[in-house]
């Protein structure tokens, strides 16, 4: 009952076309994204190293092992300070490359390089710069008085946050960015008609106007860090994120403990989820105040 | 009181261009620095204590990088990898993106960024399952193994690029050149081709440094045969020689350098920031 044999030759209807042009990206998605995802999921619930069964002691272990939640508070607080800190770099930052100083083209180039540069090689020039032979700790002794020794930065927690914080904050910075170039002026100049002085336009005028773009940025800002890979695990020291931590899982012992993993990457995903629901939530709220 | 402090704030305000280039050169030396000093390591001999600059010149760390580090036949590996991924995203972004750029699909907006979600989701979470395949089908620690998993996260930069390289094409453009007789094929080398050229390569070397950069999912799918350039500096770090680390880290970042120059020139960097990664 092929059309070909009723001598009538085959028509693709226009549906069957675009189905035909989505299919190899369907294929990718679900055989590099969907199955791996359900795959890590399945094997989260069975007993480690085994085929068949199902059990919840993957859970149990890592969720009541108290470093198990010191990883999910430690990844969440890395996320959110460097989130903190990007918001406080990159506004002040926005508002002066607005008024396009000369040079700004200089400057915006160079908010783009962390996008850019591979994790791996940012840390490890991180790592170089802020250790105890580094720049940093060169000028710090040698024109700071009364410190005599390198401050630690690296592989401490105020250096996770600064290295995140150095990664991260383009995405907050270049939203931020458009939003203030957006804005008309014509509103902040009636604002200082008024009588408002500038302290007053920018607080009651200008940061509510750009108030969505700082947050949209600050979402991808807040996603990213969350998922950090590299970096914690070149420079994270004895601090072990969640990525970090499933890497390890199939990487340290022998054999590969693919279940425990497996259920790290099932919190990890699950927490990302909420943590940009609850994120979105607050933002709309905000917004719509 | 507040007059003091009003007469602070106004004394600032004077000198906010001073301010501002303060701030700017600050940032520009937080972000640049690193750089400057892997590129110092890695020609610097004899650079230990209390120096700012190393007291010798060498490029004796590049000799080792390429010889112990294997460098050449990294290099040859990423390479490979990344022409592969090149192809197979590019494939599967010319057929996506034009259906998305130019056809109708119900609840269009929707799938579109179910595809996109790779570029969301933090790579480790599927990349565990994406290994644990790939052992079971014996593609781990080939070319196209790796390279197949590449195309996880370098496939929707290209159906991205590619539906917006698509939708901008005119339909008056191409009905022009049938009413001026082009027939199918001659309209699309003559006419289709050249315009969306542009948009084709700014994709290619898009999923090319994704899969160049690609540290993650390579990570838990390469093998001996299949050490890649990012691979290989993580496993240099690990070693803990810092000069030959960071001559390899130079080696690889130049490339990184020049298609920043050139996305720079051709795309709008808000766009850029449409699709992100933690990693």
Redesign the interface.
């Known amino acids: 009952m092929s059309p070909r044999r009723r001598g009538v030759t085959l028509r693709l209807g226009p549906h069957a076309v675009t189905l035909c042009l989505l299919l190899p990206a369907l294929v990718a998605f679900v055989g590099l994204f969907c199955y791996p995802m359900l795959l890590t999921a399945v094997l989260s619930f069975r007993p480690e190293g085994a085929e068949a069964g199902w059990t919840l002691t993957n859970y149990a272990a890592f969720l009541t092992d108290p470093y198990g939640r010191r990883t999910m508070l430690l990844t969440l607080g890395l996320a959110l300070g460097a989130t903190a800190a990007s918001v406080l770099l990159s506004v002040p930052l926005a508002l002066v490359l607005r008024e396009k100083l000369r040079g700004h083209r200089f400057f915006r180039l160079v908010i783009l390089v962390p996008l850019v540069v591979p994790g791996l090689i940012a840390a490890l020039g991180l790592l170089l710069f802020w250790g105890p032979r580094g720049w940093f700790n060169l000028a710090v002794t040698q024109w700071l008085p009364g410190v005599e020794r390198p401050i630690g930065v690296n592989y401490t927690i105020h250096g996770l946050v600064l290295f995140y914080v150095w990664l991260y904050f383009p995405y907050t910075c270049v939203t931020t960015l458009a939003a203030l170039e957006s804005l008309d002026r014509g509103i902040e100049e009636a604002g200082e008609v008024v009588g408002a002085t500038r302290w007053q336009v920018l607080r009651y005028i200008v940061l509510p106007l750009v108030k969505p773009g700082i947050l949209a940025g600050s979402v991808l800002t807040f996603m990213a860090a969350f998922g950090a890979f590299s970096v914690p695990l070149i420079a994270g020291g004895n601090y072990r994120t969640l990525a970090v931590e499933i890497y390890k899982e199939i990487s340290v012992p022998i054999p590969a403990r693919w279940s425990a993993a497996s259920a790290i990457a099932v919190v990890m995903g699950t927490m990302q989820v909420v943590a940009l629901a609850t994120y979105m939530r607050l933002v709309r709220r905000m917004g719509a105040r | 009181m507040s007059g003091m402090a009003r007469a602070y704030?106004r004394g600032l305000?004077e000198e906010r261009?001073v301010?501002?280039?303060t701030?700017?050169v600050s940032?520009?030396l937080?972000?640049?620095?690193?750089?400057l000093?892997?590129a110092l390591?890695s020609v610097g001999k004899g650079w230990?204590?209390?120096r700012?600059l190393p007291p010798e010149l060498t490029l004796d760390w590049y000799r080792w990088a390429i010889e112990v580090g294997n460098i050449p036949e990294v290099m040859k590996n990423t390479l490979v990898i990344g022409v592969i991924a090149v192809l197979?995203s590019t494939?599967?972004?010319i057929?996506?993106g034009?259906?998305f750029g130019r056809?109708?699909?119900p609840g269009k907006e929707v799938l579109l960024a179910?595809?996109l979600?790779?570029q969301?989701?933090?790579?480790?979470?599927?990349?565990?399952?994406?290994?644990?395949?790939f052992y079971a089908l014996r593609l781990v620690d080939t070319h196209f193994g790796v390279a197949?998993?590449h195309?996880?996260v370098c496939?929707p930069y290209a159906?991205m690029v590619l539906s917006a390289t698509f939708e901008r094409l005119d339909e008056r453009v191409l009905e022009a050149a049938s009413v001026c007789g082009a027939g199918a094929l001659r309209s699309f080398v003559h006419v289709v081709l050249p315009l969306v050229m542009p948009g084709v390569l700014a994709s290619m070397i898009f999923t090319f440094?994704h899969s160049y950069?690609e540290?993650?999912l390579t990570?838990?799918t390469y093998g001996p045969h299949t050490v890649t350039l990012?691979v290989r500096?993580?496993l240099a770090?690990g070693d803990g020689y810092?000069e030959i680390?960071?001559a390899m880290?130079v080696l690889?970042?130049v490339p990184?350098?020049v298609?920043?120059a050139v996305?720079?020139r051709r795309a709008q960097?808000?766009k850029?920031?449409g699709g992100?990664?933690?990693?």
């Not at chain 2, 933090?122 to 644990?132: C, E, F, M, Q, R």
């Not at chain 2, 992100?276 to 990693?279: D, E, I, P, T």
């Open positions: 704030g305000w261009h301010l501002g280039y701030l700017l940032l520009t937080f972000i640049l620095a690193p750089f000093m892997i390591r230990f204590g209390k700012w197979i494939a599967i972004g057929g996506a034009w259906a056809r109708r699909i179910v595809l979600l790779p969301m989701i933090p790579s480790i979470t599927y990349a565990l399952g994406v290994a644990k395949t197949l998993a195309v996880s496939a159906i440094t950069n540290f993650t990570l838990l990012p500096t993580y770090v810092w680390t960071s880290a690889m970042v990184s350098l298609i920043l996305i720079q960097p808000e850029l920031v992100f990664k933690g990693v």
